[in-house]
C-alpha cells in the first residue's frame, strides 16, 4: 500500500508539472493546449500526442517538424504499438520533468499566422482604425434602421408592424450603381450642406436659380475635344428628339441668358445646385450623379470677377471649419498657356484638344502625357516634352523666365529676322492678370489659400483665361473644386458678340469625403418640437386639433376654432412667401402619434424614439378644462418636481406653447441657480 501511495504521488507531481509547462505554452504560442488521460486514448488522424523528455519551452514549429517526421515514420504502426512506446518513455535523459505537447498538424500557412507579426506602418494603422471605424458605423446604422422599423400598429397599439425583405426580392433592392440613395437621416446632412452653399451665395449678393434635368445633346455637342460628350446619358425620346441628362449646368446657364437676350440687365451673379449625371468610373468622391454648388458671372470682363468667386468658395471652407492648411487653391490662365504653346510650335488649331490632355497630367503621368500628344495630336516629340516642362513652373515669374528664354532660343537662328520672334510673345496682359489677381486676393483676406500651378488648365474646352482647382493638401481626394473664364462660350450658342462670363463648380461627394476625413461633418438630429398623443381612440380628433394650433404662429381667428382656421402657418410670413430671416425661430414642429397606446409608458417611449422634446398628452379631464398637459421630456437637466417639468396649457393659447415652455424652463432654472437659456 505503501508503494502505491508513492507511485499516486509522483503522478500527481507529473500532472502538476504537466499543467505548469502547458500555462506557459498558452502564454507564449496562442493555441489550446490540453492534457488528459482521455485524451491520450482518444486522438484524431490529423492529430499527434506525443511525449518529449525536454525543457519546457520547446519552439512550437520544431515540435511541428519533429510531429511530421514522426507521422511519415510511425504511419503504418498499430495503435497499440504507439501507445507501449509512449509508456516506455521515461525521464532518464532529462530528470526534471516530463513534457506533454498536443500538436495539431496543420499547413505551415497557420504556423506564419500564429509567428510574431512585423510592426505595422502609421499609415497601416490609420487604415485600418478607418476600416473599423466604417464596420461600427455600418453596424451602427444596421441596428438604428432595425429599431426604426418597428412601429406600432392600430387596434390599440397591441402588436407589432415589422418590414422584413425577401432574400430573393423580384426587384434589385439597391440604387444603381454610381447613384445614392437619400434616407432621411443622409437627407439631413445634404440639407445642411446645401443650406451652407446657399448662405456663401446669398451673402455674396447671388441669386439662385434652376433649370430642367433633360438637355438636348446638341447643347454639348457643339464643344468638340472633350470627354464629356463620351460621358453623357443620352437616348432619343419619343418625339425624335436626342436628349440627355445634363452633364454639367453652364451651357444651360448659357442658354437661359441667351433665351433672354437684350433684357438681362449685366452682370448677372447667378448659382444653383444642379444634379448633373456622367457616366464615368466610379471612386471615392466621385459618382455617375452628384450634385454640385455652382456661382457664375455673366457680363464682367475684370479680373474682379473671378477674385469673387474665389472669395465665395474659401468662404464657404471657412464657414465648414475648414483651413488654409488643409485646402488650396491652384490659379493659372489659359491666356498665358497660349502662349507657351505658340512658343513651342503648337498650332492654335490644337490648342483645345492640347489642354484637354494636359488635364490628364495628374491621372496617367508625363510620359502617358507625352505619348498622347504625339500620337493624337501628331505632335514632335522634342515639342510635347517642352510643353509637358512648362507644366512644372510654380510662379508666375519662373513661367515669365521660362518663355523669354524659350523666344531667346527659337530666335537665335533667324539672322536677324524678327517675324518669328514677333508671333512667339508672352501674353504680358494675361500675365498682369495673375499678378492682379494674386494681389486682390491678399487685399481681400484669402491670400495664403492661392498658389501658381502651371500644370491646372482644366480639362473642358471653353475655358479662355484664369483658370483655378481646389485640392486637398493631404493628397487624399480628387478636386474639390474648378473653374474660370469662358469668354466665347455664350458665341458657340448664337451671342453676335463675346459675352465675359467666368465661374466655377463644387461638387458635393468629394466636400463630403473631406469633411469626413477632418472629423467636421456635424451631427444632424431629427428635429421634433411636440409629439401630440391621444388618451384613447376617442380624443384623437382633439389631439388633431390641438396639432394643427401648435402650428400656427399666431392666434387663430376665431378663437379656439378648428386648427385650420388659424391666420397662418409656422413657416409663411402671411403674404405666401417663406420669411427666410425669422424661419429657424418660428418654425415648429408637430408630430402627431397616429395609433393611441394602450400605456402611458408606451406613448412616453414612441415620443422619445422619433427624438421629441415635448409630449402633448390630449385627455379627457384636462380637454373638458379648456387645455392639455405638456411634459418637457428633457426637463432631467433642471427640474426635480413633477410639477416643474410640465404645464398645462389653455387650448386657444397653443399656438405660442414653445414659448410658454421656455419661459417655464427659465422660471425653474432660475429658482435652482442655474444658467437660463
Not at 64 to 92: D, G, N, Q, V
Not at 351 to 372: S, Y
Not at 554 to 579: A, L, M, R, T, Y
Request: proline residues 4%; glycine residues 6%.
Amino acid at each position: 500500500m505503501r508503494e502505491i501511495s508513492r507511485e499516486r504521488e509522483r503522478e500527481n507531481k507529473r500532472e502538476n508539472k504537466r499543467e505548469c509547462v502547458f500555462d506557459a505554452f498558452e502564454v507564449v504560442y496562442p493555441m489550446k493546449l490540453v492534457c488528459t488521460k482521455k485524451l491520450l486514448l482518444h486522438k484524431k488522424k490529423s492529430t499527434l500526442l506525443y511525449t518529449l523528455n525536454t525543457r519546457p519551452f520547446l519552439p512550437l514549429k520544431m515540435a511541428a517538424e519533429i510531429t511530421t517526421k514522426r507521422i511519415r515514420e510511425k504511419k503504418k504502426k498499430t495503435k497499440e504499438e504507439r501507445e507501449r512506446r509512449r509508456r516506455t518513455t521515461t525521464t532518464e535523459n532529462h530528470p526534471r520533468f516530463e513534457l506533454v505537447v498536443l500538436v495539431l498538424f496543420v499547413p505551415v500557412s497557420l504556423f506564419k499566422k500564429m509567428s510574431e507579426e512585423e510592426p505595422k506602418t502609421e499609415k497601416q494603422l490609420i487604415r485600418q482604425a478607418e476600416k473599423e471605424r466604417k464596420k461600427k458605423e455600418k453596424l451602427e446604422k444596421e441596428l438604428k434602421k432595425k429599431r426604426e422599423g418597428v412601429v406600432s400598429s392600430s387596434g390599440g397599439g397591441g402588436s407589432v408592424v415589422t418590414v422584413h425583405a425577401s432574400q430573393t426580392p423580384p426587384v434589385h433592392l439597391d440604387a444603381v450603381s454610381g447613384t445614392r440613395d437619400f434616407f432621411p437621416e443622409e437627407f439631413r446632412l445634404q440639407t445642411w450642406l446645401f443650406e451652407k452653399f446657399r448662405k456663401c451665395g446669398l451673402r455674396a449678393g447671388f441669386e439662385e436659380y434652376d433649370a430642367p434635368v433633360l438637355e438636348r445633346q446638341e447643347l454639348y455637342k457643339r464643344k468638340a475635344g472633350e470627354e464629356i460628350t463620351q460621358q453623357m446619358y443620352s437616348f432619343v425620346d419619343k418625339d425624335g428628339v436626342e436628349v440627355t441628362l445634363r452633364p454639367e449646368m453652364t451651357p444651360t446657364l448659357a442658354r437661359m441668358v441667351l433665351s433672354r437676350g437684350a433684357s438681362m440687365i449685366l452682370p448677372l451673379k447667378w448659382f444653383s445646385i444642379p444634379q448633373c449625371w456622367r457616366f464615368e468610373a466610379t471612386q471615392r468622391g466621385r459618382k455617375r450623379e452628384h450634385y454640385q454648388w455652382n456661382m457664375d458671372i455673366i457680363g464682367c470682363k475684370e479680373i474682379t470677377a473671378e477674385v469673387e468667386l474665389l472669395s465665395a468658395a474659401v468662404e464657404f471652407f471657412k464657414s465648414c471649419g475648414i483651413t488654409s492648411a488643409d485646402v488650396g487653391i491652384k490659379v493659372n490662365s489659359r491666356k498665358v498657356m497660349q502662349s507657351m504653346l505658340t512658343i513651342n510650335d503648337v498650332p492654335d488649331e490644337i490648342f483645345a484638344p492640347t489642354c484637354v490632355i494636359l488635364d490628364k497630367l495628374d491621372k496617367i503621368g508625363a510620359e502617358a502625357v507625352v505619348k498622347e500628344l504625339t500620337e493624337t495630336l501628331g505632335l514632335p516629340r522634342e515639342t510635347a516634352e517642352n510643353v509637358v516642362k512648362t507644366l512644372s513652373c510654380k510662379t508666375v515669374e519662373e513661367l515669365e523666365e521660362m518663355a523669354r528664354e524659350a523666344i531667346e532660343v527659337s530666335s537665335g537662328g533667324d539672322d536677324g529676322d524678327n517675324t518669328n520672334s514677333n508671333t512667339k510673345a508672352v501674353d504680358d496682359s494675361s500675365i498682369r492678370e495673375l499678378k492682379e489677381l494674386f494681389k486682390l486676393a491678399e487685399e481681400y483676406g484669402f491670400g495664403d489659400w492661392l498658389q501658381f500651378d502651371a500644370s491646372v488648365v482644366r480639362g473642358l474646352a471653353y475655358y479662355t483665361g484664369v483658370v483655378f482647382e481646389a485640392f486637398d493638401k493631404a493628397g487624399e481626394l480628387r478636386a474639390i473644386a474648378g473653374g474660370g473664364r469662358y469668354d466665347k462660350l455664350l458665341s458657340l450658342y448664337g451671342a453676335t458678340t463675346p459675352v465675359p462670363a467666368c465661374g466655377f463648380g463644387f461638387g458635393d461627394c468629394v466636400i463630403v469625403e473631406l469633411l469626413k476625413e477632418k472629423n467636421l461633418l456635424p451631427n444632424v438630429q431629427k428635429r421634433v418640437d411636440f409629439c401630440v398623443c391621444a388618451y384613447n381612440k376617442d380624443m384623437q380628433g382633439k389631439a388633431m386639433k390641438a396639432a394643427g394650433l401648435l402650428r400656427q404662429t399666431s392666434p387663430p381667428s376665431n378663437g379656439s376654432g378648428g386648427g385650420g382656421g388659424g391666420s397662418s402657418s409656422n413657416d409663411d410670413d402671411g403674404d405666401g412667401n417663406i420669411n427666410s430671416a425669422d424661419e429657424n425661430k418660428r418654425l415648429v414642429v408637430v408630430d402627431v402619434l397616429l395609433e393611441p397606446k394602450k400605456k402611458v409608458a408606451q406613448t412616453f417611449d414612441y415620443a422619445n424614439r422619433i427624438g421629441a422634446r415635448y409630449v402633448v398628452f390630449v385627455a379627457p379631464s384636462e380637454w373638458e378644462n379648456g387645455c392639455v398637459r405638456i411634459k418637457d421630456l428633457r426637463a432631467e437637466e433642471y427640474a426635480e418636481d413633477d410639477a416643474d417639468k410640465q404645464v398645462d396649457v389653455k387650448i386657444e393659447d397653443l399656438w405660442n406653447a414653445l414659448e410658454q415652455m421656455r419661459e417655464n424652463e427659465n422660471r425653474v432654472r432660475a429658482r435652482r441657480g442655474f444658467a437660463s437659456l
